[in-house]
């Protein structure tokens, strides 16, 4: 376990090094996750402790924005202030994302289907 | 005896003052959030992230702790976000191999699904007159709470607002989800898969893994290549508009 976790630090560093360096605009992590998949696509395969670490951050990826997201208190009278905006942009936006998403999708595939 | 009545002041003095207190509420809230969830045949209604939320933020709201006490002890697991992005390579290397043909229908509906939720979130929220805090932190609530909250820094708006907007457009798109596909008629497991990766990242991806396997790997990949493209794209684009 240690060992999936110690490499994934490494890309994270290495990530937060180009970000720092060379290409501010994109955030260290993100730049680790290419390089990792990078990595991956050259090796063919999934190493067994970085897979199995992998596996259980994704289980419990909640767990990890719940200090950011306690910060809402700080929010709170704002956010009543403009509950109905909010809780409307949320509500139509998430059911547009998802409906337009799947319905482009749909016809990419009806079309290479119809070729 | 001095002291026979045990300083529980003191203690308290001491344990609110290291990180320990805010490790164990973080962690112990989830953990109960967690079970429920887990009892509730993993119902998306019964959040985890949703009640470990609630219960620790009325938990310090009660004791009158400021939050950015509650930060320095809890920083330890915010600090393993990144960590966990680095790890998100690993669903999306897993789902490379089924994407052959795929990318480029893939790529441009993830572009023109990202574009209709910045869209739609920002346009109604500053039509309502939700102010700059608000109708800035919606751009990136698409996209997975960690890359979402990186770029939330990059465009100058609250990482905490995201982080909320984040989690409650994974919950609400993980139980809408189901009904818009069927409204819609939409069958193949992929497609099905690609939307709710698209529309409610970390969560949808949990619900499509319980009910398809195709369609939680489409979700993972889903996902992470939005919070890429996002990550690289949004801050050009908001830079843009802002200009």
């Given at each position: 376990m240690i060992n999936g976790l110690v490499q994934l630090l490494i890309w994270q560093g290495l990530g937060e090094l180009v970000s720092i360096l060379?290409?501010?605009?994109?955030?260290g992590p993100v730049l680790g996750l290419l390089f990792l998949l990078a990595f991956l696509l050259v090796k063919g395969e999934v190493n067994q402790p970085l897979g199995m670490v992998a596996d259980s951050f994704r289980l419990h990826l909640g767990l990890l924005f719940v200090p950011a997201s306690v910060g809402v208190i700080l929010f709170l009278p704002d956010l009543k202030t403009h509950a109905l905006a909010v809780t409307a942009a949320l509500l139509i936006s998430v059911m547009l994302t998802i409906a337009t998403t799947a319905l482009v999708l749909k016809f990419f595939a009806k079309r290479a289907h119809d070729e | 005896m001095m002291n026979e009545r045990l300083p529980i002041a003191e203690i308290w003095v001491y344990l609110s003052g290291s990180p320990l207190f805010a490790l164990i509420l973080t962690l112990a809230t989830y953990q109960l959030g967690y079970t429920l969830y887990v009892k509730a045949n993993?119902?998306?209604?019964?959040n985890p992230v949703a009640i470990s939320v609630l219960l620790a933020t009325f938990c310090i709201y009660v004791i009158d702790m400021p939050y950015q006490k509650y930060f320095e002890g809890a920083q330890f697991v915010h600090f393993l976000l990144g960590t966990a992005t680095v790890a998100l390579a690993v669903p999306i290397y897993r789902g490379c191999n089924s994407l052959k043909g795929k990318l480029v229908p893939m790529t441009l509906a993830l572009l023109i699904g990202s574009a209709v939720s910045i869209g739609s979130a920002v346009g109604i929220a500053s039509m309502l007159g939700a102010g700059d805090n608000i109708v800035g932190s919606?751009?990136?609530?698409?996209?997975?709470a960690p890359i979402a909250m990186g770029i939330a820094e990059r465009i100058h708006v609250s990482p905490t607002l995201t982080a909320v907007f984040t989690v409650a457009t994974g919950m609400l798109g993980a139980i809408l989800a189901p009904f818009i596909m069927n409204f819609l008629r939409i069958k193949p497991w992929w497609i099905r898969g690609t939307a709710i990766g698209v529309g409610a990242h970390g969560l949808g991806i949990t619900r499509a893994f319980s009910v398809n396997e195709e369609a939680g790997t489409y979700a993972s990949m889903a996902m992470g290549l939005n919070g890429v493209l996002s990550a690289v794209l949004l801050p050009v684009v908001v830079n843009y508009l802002r200009s």
């Open positions: 060379l290409w501010p605009n994109i955030p | 993993r119902n998306p209604i019964v919606m751009y990136a609530k698409s996209v997975t």
